[in-house]
């Protein structure tokens, strides 16, 4: 009987893991930067997934404030934190199959101490007392909602819940009126809670205890709440165009990070349509996203595959006597950072493109085996894209560049020691003939 019952419950153990390994099935990767609001200081937060089953964590960013994290395939919600910043959470919603890596790009807003006469976020609570709070005073303070970029005052909805008097008042801000003016009779600690449709709410408390006569104004910053599209386009080839725009409106601005992926700021609940053209030559494949959600939206595409131009070495000067030759270019450990002793060559390549119209460049990433697969597949992507942008920051056209990551796929020596890791940490630039029919 034990024995029966031993192999019923290891039948059962296995089954539930089989079932457990299908709730957190994964579904492609995300990826991308997060900084504080400004954009330029990198944060290293903590990313985790809501699902139906619950919360997963995925990961965190690096020094830099580059992650790439897996992506389950039941995400509803993408939860970012950071210590002394304020908690994000932005729906994720998944148009159509996901494969490969998304891109985005995310931006925190700093919490605000704890002190007297100034909101700050209720996380940041800590004990406080007020003394002599039953004496009667009139302190009158004001209370603006701006954006938190563009410092614009914002229509909102503010609403103040006061301890001492166990009451709730709310106030609407309007174009016509976008201050709030509140004349407070007595020292009290409140909650202030300020919403703003398109915007996160902001949840502070305020401890009034001067008696002071004079009026002062609170300034909320609210951080505008994402809705971002981001699409992997697969079988992406060099030269490839894509474009997005609405109805009646002219082209929206992408980001590109390579040829197959893109990213973008959108409205929400405006449809959009994406056009993807393999060359300037095709025929434009248009794809139309009807009201887009708030939040992330992730899109994968597929174009049809055509032949990679051939690899082809330059070993003699043309045109004005300027020479250029295939090379392969170092990094540091997990640094894309563009090394200061690879300009001069990358200058006298770019100067051999632009006099040599029928020629073009492979740039191919390559990472050590160090590390998650995923991050090393990115850091590669990173290395490219660096070099790619200062190629066209002197002129190259984008078109020129056939630009691509592959992490520690392709080792050119073991990643046993030290030295054969460097070598291994590295981009090879290649001259290549275009294709004809694609100038």
Known sequence: MKTRLYIILLLFQAAFQGVTTSLHAQCGYLAGKIT?????????????????????????????????VEMPCQIIELTIECPQFQTQHIPVNIDGKTEGTFFISLAMMPLGKQTSDEPYAQSEQKHFELKDSLKAVSIVRRIEARDALSDQRLPAEICLYYTQKQKKDCFALTTDRPR????????????????????????????????????RTYIIKLNRQRTILSV??????????CRLWSDGQSDIGLNRVNDGHY??????????KLGIAPTSSA????????????GITVKTLRVAERP??????????????????????????????????????LDSVAMYILENKHKGLRITGHTDNVGNAGLNLTLSEYRVRVISRYLIGK??????????GVGSKFPVRPNDSEENRRMNRRVEVQIIDLDPKSN
């Open 263 to 272: 990213f973008a700021e959108l409205v929400p609940g405006r449809s959009y």
């Open 36 to 68: 504080d609001i400004s954009g330029a200081t990198p944060l290293v937060a903590s990313l985790s997934a809501k699902t139906d089953q619950g919360k997963q964590r995925l990961g965190k960013s690096d020094s830099l404030g580059v992650f790439n």
């Open 283 to 294: 025929p434009e494949l248009v794809t139309a996203m009807a009201s887009v959600r708030e």
């Open 180 to 215: 709030a003016e509140i004349v407070f009779t007595e020292k009290d600690i409140v909650a202030i809670e300020v919403k703003s449709a398109g915007y996160q709410a902001y949840n502070g408390n305020l401890i009034l205890d001067k008696t002071d006569q004079e009026p």
């Open 232 to 241: 992997n386009i697969l079988q992406a080839q060099p030269g490839i165009l």
């Open 308 to 345: 990679a131009p051939a690899i082809t070495r330059v070993e003699t000067p043309v045109a004005r006597g300027i020479t250029a030759s295939d090379k392969t270019l170092y990094f540091p450990r997990s640094d894309y950072k563009l090394p200061m002793q690879s300009r001069t060559y």
């Open 395 to 404: 002129g190259v056209p984008e078109g020129a560049i056939a630009a691509v």
